[in-house]
C-alpha cells in the first residue's frame, strides 16, 4: 500500500492529510487561534465537586471548567483501588490538582481530564505514576510483543523496580535497543522538568503543551509505509529537520520541502475531497450511496442501492452495494473523524453469509484506523452498532457552524407555512388591538407566495377584520423571519 502524507502550513493554520493509494484517509487540522489541548498538563483548582454524577469540574484556565471522573483521578499516586473511591474522599473544593486533558471541549462540553499522567515520545509512552510496562495492541506478533517488553526492561536496568512505567507504541515494531533507551532517557528529562515546574506554577497555569501539529505528525504518524512527507513551508520544513535529526532520524530521506506553483492539497484533490466529507450523502461508484448523519447523541449512517441496479438479482445487488458501503463508510469514519456511537443501516440482507463478509470486511477497513473502534454486535433490527473513540472536535465541527436559518435542525419551515403563521398572528393582534391597517415584513419567499398562491386568503381576511393588510419584502430576513407591524 502506497502511504503519503502531505502538510500545509500557513500563519493561521495548518493542515495533514493522510493520502493512501491515491486517496485521502484523514485529515488534521490545527488553527493559530485554536489549537487543540489533548495531551497537554495544567494546574488546575477544583470548583466544584459533584457526589451524585463521582465527578468534579476544574478551571484550567479554560473559558468552561474541564470536568474530571472520579475513575479518571488515582488516588495518592496509587491506581489499583481507584474505582472503590469515591469522589468526595479524592477532591474538595479549591484544591489544587495536576491534570491531563484526554478530550478537547467539543459543542457545549468542557475538556475532559485525568490525573494519570504521560508525555509521549516517537517509541514510548512514559507514564511515570504507573509501574507497568505495556505494548500496543496493533503489534500482533508475540515475539516481537515479548522482545520488545524485554528490551524494555534491559533498557530500565535491574534497578528500575517499576516505580514508573511505559507503554512501547506501535512505532517501535522491529526498532532496537538504542532507540529504546534515547526514547527513555529523554522521557526521564522531561518529566524531571515538568516535576521542578509543579510546585512553583501558579493556579491555573498550563506545565506542558504537546508539539505543534507537523511536528506530532512526524512522531506520531509516520510508518514504515509512509514513502513521502511534503511540507509546503520553508520554515517548517528546516524546524522539522532539526526535530527528525534528533529523534526520528529514519524518517529523514522521506521527508521533502514541496516549492511547486500549485498548492499541495490543491495537486492532490485534497481541497475537493474536503468539501465532499462536509455533505451528508456520500456517493458510491456503483450508483448507491450512503447518508450520514451527526448529532450531539450519535451518528446514524444509511446505506441505500440508489440507481444501482444489479446485473443477476436482488440480494446480488445489494450485498455488493453493502460491500462498498462497508469500504466507504470505513472511510468516512476516518476523514470525517466521527466518534462516539455510531449506527449503521446496512440495506436488509437474507442471507447469514452475506451478512458476515459485509461485517468482517467493516472490521477489516477498520483495521487500519488511528482511533479506536469497537463493533459490539448487529441488533435485533439488523443495525451495526459500534464506537470510536473521540478526543477531538470532528471536521464537520470544526469547519462548519450551525444554521442561522434552521439553528441546527436541517429543514426550515416552509413558505406557505410562515403565512399562515402570518395570518394567525395578524389575527391575535387584530383581538388585542385596534389598528387602522397591518404591514407584513417577510423574505421575498414568503411575499411572493402572499400576493399569488395566497392572494385570495389575504382578501379573505381583510373583509373579516375590516382592515387592509399591506406587505413588505425585507432583503436581510430569512424564510422563517417575519413582523406584523400595526398602522
Known sequence: MSEEILI????????????????LQEVYIERSQRRGIVGNMYKGKVVRVLPGMEAAFV?????RAAFIHASDIVPHGDETNKKSTDIGSLLHEGQALVVQVTKDPIGTKGAR?????SVPSRYLVHMPDNGHIGISQR???ENERERLREQVETCLGEKHGHASGFIVRTAAENVGEAELTADIVYLKRLWQSLTEKIDSAPVPSTLYEDLPLYIRTLRDLVRPSTEKVRIDSQESYQQGLHFIDDFVAEVRSRFEYYHGERPIFDLYGVEDELEKALSRKVQLKSGGYVIIDQTEAM?????????????????ETIFKTNLEAARAIAR??????????????????????????????LERMLERD???????????????????????????????????????????????????EVFREILRIHRAYDAQGYLVLASQSVVDELLDEQSDNVADLETFIGTRIRFQVEMMYNQEQYDVVLQ
Open 370 to 420: 488511528h482511533a479506536k473502534t469497537n463493533i459490539s454486535c448487529v441488533s435485533e433490527l439488523g443495525l451495526v452498532e459500534m464506537t470510536r473513540k473521540r478526543t477531538i472536535e470532528s471536521l464537520g465541527q470544526l469547519l462548519c457552524e450551525p444554521c442561522p436559518n434552521c439553528d441546527g435542525r436541517g429543514t426550515i419551515k416552509t413558505t406557505l407555512t410562515i403565512c399562515f
Open 59 to 63: 478551571d484550567i484556565g479554560l473559558e
Open 299 to 315: 451518528t446514524t449512517i444509511d446505506v441505500n442501492t440508489g440507481a444501482f441496479v444489479g446485473h443477476r438479482n436482488l440480494e
Open 8 to 23: 500545509n502550513v500557513t500563519p493561521v493554520e495548518t493542515r495533514v492529510a493522510l493520502v493512501e493509494n491515491g486517496m
Open 113 to 117: 481530564l485525568t490525573t494519570q499522567l
Open 139 to 141: 503489534i500482533e506478533d
Open 332 to 361: 468516512q469514519l476516518r476523514l470525517r473523524n466521527l466518534g462516539g456511537i455510531i449506527i449503521i443501516d446496512f440495506i436488509d440482507m437474507l442471507d447469514e453469509e452475506h451478512k458476515r463478509q459485509v461485517l468482517r470486511l
